[in-house]
């Protein structure tokens, strides 16, 4: 299980390659890679920040519960915070599980967390001013899903 919250960029291609000759035992490996969008248009950057030590602690717990709940043989979790411009890669996830079902449903989870319950705080920085990003009511009933099944 590899856990990490970074300033750097990071290569998606050269992770997931790593993860994957790591991943003994999987017949399937999911990865997802997030960017940076400018949802309402005029995006000067996203600032993102975080708590050291209980982001990585919280992002750890729920990368055990899905490794726990699907039986997963390894799980990645990568998460950029800083100043990040429109367009790059803010996070990744990846999953290796025996079976193709298991390894997307986790990583699915795994993003579903990272959207509504991970503690990062981010502002959108625009022409228009500066504003943090408030949580949706889609990323809360997409991890709730989660929860009732």
């Not at 726990?68 to 998460?79: K, M, P, S, T, Y």
């Not at 025996?98 to 990272?114: I, K, S, T, V």
């Not at 001013?129 to 989660?146: H, I, P, S, T, Y």
């Amino acid at each position: 299980m590899d856990i990490r919250v970074q300033e750097a960029p990071f290569d998606a291609g050269a992770e997931l390659n790593a993860f994957t000759a790591a991943a003994g035992g999987a017949g399937a490996v999911v990865s997802f890679s997030g960017l940076v969008r400018d949802v309402a248009g005029g995006l000067q950057m996203l600032e993102v920040e975080h708590y050291p030590g209980m982001t990585e602690l919280a992002l750890r717990e729920a990368a055990e519960k899905a490794a726990e709940r699907w039986n997963l043989v390894n799980v990645l979790v990568i998460h950029r915070y800083g100043v990040l411009q429109a367009g790059a890669q803010i996070m990744m996830v990846a999953t290796a599980s025996r079976h193709r079902a298991a390894a997307f449903e986790a990583a699915e989870f795994l993003m579903d967390y990272l959207k509504s319950r991970a503690p990062f705080w981010k502002k959108e920085v625009t022409g228009q001013g500066a504003d943090w990003v408030q949580a949706r009511c889609e990323d809360e009933a997409a991890l709730k899903r989660w929860n009732d099944s």
